[in-house]
């Protein structure tokens, strides 16, 4: 039986943070689900740097989400990716999700979070408390107040369970990270 993986999602997922992990994981063998508040068609976005101060956010590919938070059972999965994008800035509003991320932390199976996904673990300060991670530097205020580890000098960081980055460009690193902690 192949290991099962969830990724928390909405509208305006950073397109490769999601796209990408999705397709590792699936040539990998693991069975992964999508899940949204509701089962729809998601609105990716790709954030790039053009010569603005801060990136620019452009439409990117539609992508299926196939189970809401409220109907995952947490218990059922394996390891937890959270992309980046604006997503996480609403989503960690659900209560749902907040259930289901802080699950993973307490049963210390493996999580991803890439970019802006520790928008989430603010909305749940006592998973952060003492741990060390990196982000979307614009994260780090939040990571700090919410009582975690800001790490400035590295783009992927491994602390324990969780495998953090700054962005898509830390893609290949990232994923070979958690996929090891998968493996374990």
């Known amino acids: 039986m192949s290991k099962k993986v969830l990724i928390l999602a ?18 990998a063998g693991y069975e992964v689900t999508i899940s949204a508040s509701s089962i729809k068609k998601l609105q990716t976005v790709v954030h790039d740097f053009t010569g603005w101060d801060t990136y620019e956010e452009k439409l990117g590919y539609l ?3 196939n189970a809401q938070f409220k109907d995952v059972e947490p218990s059922e999965f394996d390891g937890l990716v959270i992309p980046g994008g604006r997503a996480p800035e ?29 928008l989430i673990f ?22 700090e107040i919410a009582g975690g580890n800001y790490v400035t000098d590295r783009t992927t960081y491994v602390d324990g369970n969780l495998v953090s980055a700054h962005a898509w460009p830390d893609l290949p690193v990232f994923m070979r990270e958690f996929m090891k902690l998968l493996e374990k």
Request: proline share 6%; hydrophobic share 40%; net charge negative.
């Open 90 to 118: 609403y989503i960690r509003l659900d209560e749902h999700v907040k259930q289901i991320v802080k699950h993973f932390f307490e049963t210390n199976k493996p999580i991803a979070a890439i970019c802006h996904a520790s």
């Open 63 to 65: 992508l299926e989400s």
């Open 10 to 27: 909405g509208d305006a997922v950073e397109a490769l943070e999601v796209y990408y992990p999705y397709y590792r994981l699936l040539e």
């Open 122 to 143: 603010e909305a749940i300060p006592d998973v952060l408390k003492g741990r060390t991670l990196t982000a979307y530097i614009a994260c780090k205020p939040g990571v």
